[in-house]
């Protein structure tokens, strides 16, 4: 018996669909991870290992971008306050305490006006300091952020390292961190991320799950009706 037409064409369109809705979930079109990427390549043609990219570390490195209130001055010259890993920056991303494994190391850079990953990554390795922290052994694990201050510059670039284990540490409730405390782009959670512009601060969006439960649903849809 032949197909009417509607059922034939999502037929048709089933395996379409579930190829883009896949390629929308592992979307890595997002600032924060090109930097680890980047970071990852200068590491192994160093001799050094590759870093796990952990996306609770990703969003504390967003939050420690929000600790200096936009001030550039500030940026080689203090740090926020080690408590505030445990007392402010693991709760706003939803990072369970008792998985925030030790900081080995971390780079910050900012500039009035917004570097991409391979000029970020120039800017915060300017000295043999900086490459020390950059290809040293401690490092297990890595996490990226970026954001702009009041919807534009200056533009903050922050790298956190860790020496936990990428399986165990910086455990996220839910699987998924918070993203509302800050606007910003933070490395590991394979979402689309908006980079920062002129009008911009970098605001995260969540186009590729988006597009995928479209998709899904669409799929069912068209499931029920063959």
């Known amino acids: 018996m032949a197909m009417s037409a509607g059922p034939l064409l999502a037929a048709l369109l089933l395996p379409a669909l579930l190829l883009s809705a896949a ?21 192994t ?15 504390i490195a967003l939050q420690y971008i929000k600790a200096y209130q936009g001030q550039c001055s500030d ?53 043999a300091k900086d490459l020390q922290v950059l290809h040293s052994k401690n490092h297990t694990e890595i996490g990226v952020a970026v954001s702009g ?11 956190l390292f860790s020496g936990g284990k990428p399986a165990t540490s910086f455990k996220v409730d839910g699987e998924v961190p918070k993203t509302a405390m800050h606007p910003g782009c933070f490395s590991g959670n394979n979402d689309d991320c908006a980079g920062p512009s002129p009008t911009n601060g970098a605001v995260p969006t969540i186009a590729g799950a988006s597009r995928l439960v479209a998709a899904l649903l669409f799929v069912m849809a068209c499931a029920l009706a063959l």
Do not use: M
């Open 149 to 159: 201050t009041d919807g534009g510059g200056p533009y903050f670039w922050c790298v």
């Open 23 to 43: 390629s929308a979930a592992d979307s890595t079109n997002n600032p924060a991870d090109q930097l680890v990427s980047l970071v990852n390549s200068n590491r």
């Open 75 to 127: 940026v080689r010259d203090k740090k926020p306050p080690e408590s505030s890993f445990a007392e402010k920056f693991a709760p706003d991303c939803g990072v369970q305490v008792a998985t925030l494994s030790k900081i080995t190391g971390r780079l910050v850079a900012c500039q009035s006006k917004y570097p991409s990953p391979p000029e970020a990554l120039d800017i915060l390795v300017n000295d």
């Open 45 to 59: 043609a160093s001799k050094a290992s590759s870093l796990s990219d952990n996306q609770g570390l990703g969003c």
